[in-house]
């Protein structure tokens, strides 16, 4: 009757020691990849600030208007072709509105995460 027990202990104490070895092999990597991990400065970085800087001045300038103006005529020949659609009005509308305030939005919003 011990002999049939006791593989079913050995068994068990195996299956327990390779979840334990399976835990342990994620567990020390992870250790020392956080022991090792630096400070990450998200904010002080400057290196695409030159091109943010003339992206949203295109977009906040002369860039804006020509989108905006361009999606206005895409509607027009839209509504001039005969087929009306709330869309062909409303799109250059938003487009506008986009492109007028939605620079300065996401980048309060981004500086403010950031």
Known sequence: MQSLT?????????QRASKFDRAMTIAIPALIVSLAASAALAGADTTFDPALTQFTNFLEGSGGKIITVLSLAGGLIGLAS???SLG????????????GTGVPIVTSVVTAVI
């Open 6 to 14: 006791l593989p079913k202990r050995a068994a068990a104490s195996r």
């Open 88 to 99: 062909q009005v409303a799109v250059p509308v938003g487009v506008g509105i986009g492109v």
């Open 82 to 84: 005969g087929r009306f």
